[in-house]
């Protein structure tokens, strides 16, 4: 049958009516896909509380009774929590010390870094205090356990590595460089003692002898 003069324009004003609905379409989702991203997401920030400074902990390590001893940055005690989640505090003497590391000596007690108190701490795991004076200055950090026995801590302010033994007796390597001194320290499975200098973007190495060296760290993008 042959399409009356009607017909054909009613198809031809369908058609039309088709394609300026798809085109319209095509435009709409056009417009909305290049709208910024910013535009359709809103931000909801959430105030989180205050740290409390009373109970902020900083280091830990396991004492020689299987519990476990950690020091608060900003309250003068040395903190004990058992395997099982009970917490006791022992209180020190001091005020605005500011310990941080801690470490189980060969000793059986635990000794701990004074940084503003420029001493080292030691705690039997009955709670019974002592303290040993560093010079001023000397801001102690981190400490750990040494090859030798003895407990080795590094000396942020004062750019030194120090040795204290379980008698007390002290004795201070002092590390070439500039700005702030040696910051955290480990032993390692040499023997030796390995430190971060973080002021001079290199790792040193110490031996129980008082022998340093350093290993420079390359930039992020020169390394391997």
Known sequence: MRATGSGLRQAATVAF???????????????????????????????????????E??????????????????????????PSGIVTDFPTPTT?????GIASGSDGALWFTEFNGQAIGRMTTSGSYSSFSLPPGSN????????DGALWFTEEGA????????NGTITEFAIPGSGRGAEDIVTGSDGALWFTDPANSRV????????????????????Q
């Open 17 to 55: 009516a088709c394609s300026s609905l798809i085109a319209s379409s095509l435009i709409a989702s056009s417009l909305i896909a290049t709208q910024p991203a910013s535009a359709a997401v809103t931000v909801v920030r959430h105030m989180l509380p205050p740290v409390d400074q009373t109970v």
């Open 57 to 82: 902990p900083a280091g830990i390590a396991e004492g020689s009774d299987g519990n476990l001893w950690y020091t608060y940055s900003f309250r003068q005690d040395i903190g004990r929590i058992t």
């Open 96 to 100: 605005n010390v500011e310990s941080d």
């Open 140 to 147: 102690p950090q981190f400490i750990t356990r040494g090859p």
């Open 159 to 166: 750019r030194r590595i120090g040795r204290i033994a379980t």
């Open 204 to 223: 040193g190495r110490l031996s129980t002898s008082g022998t340093v060296t350093y290993f420079p760290i390359p930039p992020a993008g020169a390394r």
